[in-house]
């Protein structure tokens, strides 16, 4: 049950840190605004660190060395948050990224990649994508 109430908070999250980065970049510039976005989220992950964590850093020398691109991926999400709103609408963007997230997670799970236990794709994944495209196309209708 906690899963699916994080799940609720990390959306919920994402859509307001989406909207509000391409707040501040309409002010300050794009990059000036990933840069303080990110910058407090190194100083909250240091503090957090600090006060809760327990492994070091010397354990990241026996992770396989794709896991490390995470990190990477942390600023190719923001811009490209803040670029799809800016060019569309919160609605429609946060919905197509929601369909590319299903659609990503549910190859990954059915190759089972990436440590993931092996999960096939069969048809109604497949339709249930194809509806979730259908009410973003319903969404972009203006009325």
């Known amino acids: 049950m906690l899963g699916f109430l994080f799940s609720i908070i990390a959306g919920a999250a994402m859509s307001l840190q989406g909207v509000m980065n391409t707040r501040l970049s309409d002010?300050?510039?794009?990059?000036?605004?990933?840069?303080?976005?990110?910058?407090?989220?190194?100083?909250?992950?240091?503090?957090a660190y600090f006060i809760m964590g327990?492994?070091?850093?010397a354990t990241l020398t026996a992770v396989p060395k794709q896991y490390?691109?995470?990190?990477?991926?942390?600023?190719?999400?923001?811009?490209?948050?803040?670029?799809?709103?800016?060019?569309?609408?919160?609605?429609?963007?946060?919905?197509?990224i929601l369909v590319s997230q299903l659609f990503v997670a549910a190859l990954i799970e059915a190759l089972g990649a990436l440590g993931t236990d092996k999960v096939s794709f069969g048809f109604l994944k497949i339709v249930g994508l194809?509806?979730?495209v259908a009410g973003i196309v319903v969404f972009k209708i203006k009325t």
């Not at 000036?32 to 190194?42: D, H, T, V």
């Not at 948050?81 to 963007?93: C, E, F």
């Open 68 to 96: 490390m691109f995470g990190g990477v991926l942390g600023l190719v999400i923001t811009i490209t948050v803040m670029l799809g709103i800016k060019d569309l609408s919160p609605v429609v963007s946060i919905s197509v």
């Open 130 to 132: 194809v509806l979730m």
């Open 27 to 47: 002010k300050v510039g794009m990059y000036e605004s990933n840069l303080y976005c990110q910058g407090i989220a190194f100083i909250l992950s240091l503090a």
């Open 54 to 57: 327990n492994n070091g850093f």
